[in-house]
């Protein structure tokens, strides 16, 4: 009898599906999901208890040191400060980052683990920010900026240095437009190790003439009084102890704290300009490297303050959109465009910022004459006008201030009237921005106003399809 045939070879199973975003097959970038997860430098839990320490002495306050006694209140700041490192450690040991396709995934948690996927195409920046302690440890802190963003997101401190830069450089590479299909260059060939050339230098401001500025204004003028009040309060009272002092330096430091705060800030303001972007470099205790896409401007605002016209000084600043404007602090927001500077070096940043766009030949014209009832003081102070590529608003009676925005970031247009603007036929004219501020141009008249409203609105769509 003839053997019987063999069994026929079973099909090969079908491999298991890729989910989607992880990278493999039907991923949104078609990298495979091999890249390791990555922690934070292991020095990271030391300065997070380093600033968690400054904290807690400053919570404990003087007077539980009057209480206490100096020895515990040591103890109670020493236990207080192991805590905070104790949790810090356990959060870097839990806490990692890795590039999947087009996202930025964090991991962190513990017990409530939470990863965060940020699509790198909403990317607007990634800033590179290096506090005092991470000066000294050589590490840096990533900030990510995304577009619609309530506040920074997913900032990873701390790198080093070198790793934060390469990161960085990689993270703005991906967020441009999407790779053609094909096979993909790996990892560590997408952020090349020499770092790209610094752009073109438009202005370094001046460390003496920032100086000089932050004493030209209302608050450097009354730091004399304030100082001289704080040392009588401190004399009157007779005591000398180790409270006494230490409460009268405390009320002198927030005395001098925001001219001194301006000064470290803008110390050593560089800017440069790559084809698309600006570049901003300041910082003395902490150093900063901002980038700011030319394309997410909205507007540039020009501020003449009173003491400085002597001097013939203008400070210039940015609305940028897509960046967090609900940070309690307004040093994350990179709207500086020069903390000071004559009016030529203006002239040649807005130049910059908006190609054909002459700072001194934007004419404004007045509000009618009625309006003095609304305004007794500074009705000459305001106007409004319409150039070529920008619609200009100044205001200020004691600090001018100039606003151009330019047609294209117009995003709605609104004629607004209050009770005593309708008895006298007038109203305001607001241009909104997708960063929010925008420009307004008040106590118009009624007519004009409206023909206001609709050239703007116009303008902003023949901008738009232009552009």
Partial sequence: MPDPPPPPTPAPLPAPATAPGDGGPGGRGGVADAEPRQRLHPLSPVLHGA???????????????????????????????????????VSWYNTGYHVVGRELRVHEGLLWRRTRAIPLERLQA??????????????AELRLEVVGGAKTEAPLAYLGVAEAGVLRRRLLALAGPAPAPGPQPAPDDVAPAVPPPPG????????????VSQLLTPQAFLLPFGVAFVVAQFVSEGSYSFIAVASTITAMAGVLLQPVRRVLDDWN?????????????NGLLETRAQTVPLSRVQTVGVTWPLLWRAKGWLRLRLEVAGYSAAEGDDRNRPDRLLPVGDHPTGEAIVAEVLPGVRLGALATTLPPTRARWLRPLSRRAVGAGLDERVFAARSGLLTRQ???????????????????????RLATV??????GA?????????????WLAAELTARAHAARRAG
């Fill in 51 to 89: 600033k968690s320490l400054v904290v807690v002495i400053a919570g404990l306050s003087w007077s539980t040191l009057s209480r206490v006694g100096f020895g515990w209140f040591a103890l109670m700041a020493a236990l207080l400060a192991l805590g905070a490192t104790v949790l810090a450690v």
């Fill in 126 to 139: 990634v800033e590179v920010v290096r506090p005092l302690l991470a000066q000294l440890t050589g590490l």
């Fill in 200 to 211: 073109r230098a438009l202005h370094a401001v001046s460390n003496r003439d920032l100086l």
């Fill in 269 to 281: 303001f560089r800017l440069a300009r790559d084809e698309g972007t600006l570049r901003v470099r």
């Fill in 402 to 424: 100039l606003t151009v925005v330019p047609y294209a970031r117009i995003q709605s247009v609104r004629v607004t009237q209050g009770p005593a603007q309708r008895r006298l």
């Fill in 430 to 435: 607001h241009a909104d921005t997708a960063g």
């Fill in 438 to 450: 925008g420009a307004a141009a008040p106590d118009r008249d009624l007519a004009e106003a409206w």
